[in-house]
């Protein structure tokens, strides 16, 4: 399985940007997706996933109601919506393949892209 992010950059304040993460594999459909990011210095914080049929699970509360995690399963793709970005949102994303339906925590996933930087400028 190979998960390739992009959509990342440099952003100002305010503004908004949307990740992609594109799978290799015939059995996208079949697993979770989710969204992580990693600040310099901090832990990796899972911040968004959506099951295998496309309904989102989780949002992360740092995130909630600027975020949404969406997928579409014929384009073996999955997204994240950013708006209303802020500085604190600076960090690499990346993207992750769970090992079934549903991923609601972080050890479930086990399948990770490079990551896509996403800088937020104040």
């Known amino acids: 399985v190979q998960l390739q992010a992009s959509g990342g950059g440099l952003v100002q304040a305010g503004g908004s940007l949307r990740l992609s993460c594109a799978a290799s594999?015939?059995?996208?459909?079949?697993?979770?997706m989710g969204w992580f990011r990693q600040a310099p210095g901090e832990e990796r914080e899972f911040i968004a996933d959506?099951?295998?049929?496309?309904?989102?699970?989780y949002h992360a509360d740092s995130v909630k109601g600027r975020f949404t995690i969406s997928r579409d399963n014929a384009k073996n793709t999955v997204y994240l919506q950013m708006n209303n970005l802020k500085p604190e949102d600076t960090a690499l994303y990346y993207c992750?393949?769970?090992?079934?339906?549903?991923?609601?925590?972080?050890?479930?996933?086990?399948?990770w892209g490079q990551g896509t930087q996403v800088t937020v400028s104040s």
């Open positions: 959506i099951s295998w049929i496309g309904v989102p699970t």
């Open positions: 594999g015939r059995t996208f459909s079949s697993y979770a």
């Open positions: 992750a393949r769970a090992r079934g339906a549903y991923g609601f925590s972080a050890g479930e996933y086990e399948y």
